[in-house]
Structure formats: C-alpha cells, structure tokens
C-alpha cells in the first residue's frame, strides 16, 4: 500500500507540467521585458523554488503532507490554468503567463518538488533508508522517461496546449489522490526526519 502511494506521489510530480513550465521561461520572462541571459534566467526562477522549498521545510512540520500536498497541486494547477489562457486568449496581457510561471513554481516547491523525495524516509523504517531512496530515485527516472514518450506525441498532434492541459488533469487529480491516500508519516523522529 505504501508503495502504491510514493510511487503515484512520483507520477504526478513528473506529470505536474514542471517541463512545459521549464521550457517557457525564457518566453516568460521576456514578456515582461527581462532581457537577460537563459542561464540568470533560470537561476532567477530557481531562486524562487529554492526559497519555496525553504519555507515549506519549516511549515511541513506544523502543516501534514495531506495539506501541503493538496495546496501544492491546487497552486500548481492554478499556474497551468493561467498558462492556458495566455495561450488560448490573444488579448491577455504578457504579464499573465509570466503569473502562472512564478504561481507554478511557488507551489511547486511547497510540495510536489519535496514530498515526493522526502516521504520514502519517513514511510519506510531507517533499515530500508538506502533501498528506499534508490527506489525514490529509480522511480524518478523511469517516470521521466515516460512522461517524455507520452509527451512528444501530445504535443505533435495537440501541441502545446494539448501538454499543458494533460498536466492540469494530473495536478486536478493529484489534489484528491493526496486528501485520500497520503498518510500520517510513521517516523516521527524530528532529529533524524529527512526534511530538516
């Protein structure tokens, strides 16, 4: 059961939209007249999802999973729906998407970036630490890998609205998969917890 559950917390981190975001934020932020090299870019957006996982390191010892997890998805979703309007509506202004791109990766960072790689440890005994974490990893990237496959035909029949949109059902889905499946951590050694 456990199993179950951090393996699909791992289908719908990659599944979120985190690559569509990724791969629009040199458009992003040009649309709001930053002109700057990709790579200050995307330390500028990483800095962001740095500091997100930051904070929820600290709130995710007084806020369960359950929640944080339910806000992540909600926020991501939020930020992919703004992506779809700016890609469907003319009009909008380029400010729009840009929202949706700092939304994303904001709640990105609360939960769906960390829960995933954290909760092996805190569902599984300290004896199976290592092998946990070398399954969280494998996980990590054979979902990768299929998320990849599945969306290169996506985007060639539906193109990028048709990704984006794939991966606003999957944040949609995560929000009850976590108010229904993801449990009370059973470590609750907070001097040994991975998360600090």
Known sequence: ???????MLMVFQQFCGINIVNRKIPMMLEGIGLSMKTTLQYVFVDTIGFLSNFVGSFIVVSISRKVMWCISSLGTLIGLVLFILMMTMDNLPN??????AF??????GLGLGPITWYYWGELFPDSLRIEAGAVTLITNQVFTIIYTYIEKPVLKKFDEIGAVILCAIFDFISIFFGMYFIPAPKNTDFENAIFL
């Open 1 to 7: 059961h456990d199993l179950f559950i951090l393996i």
């Open 95 to 100: 400010w729009v998407g840009t929202l949706g």
């Open 103 to 108: 939304f994303f990766y904001l709640f990105y």
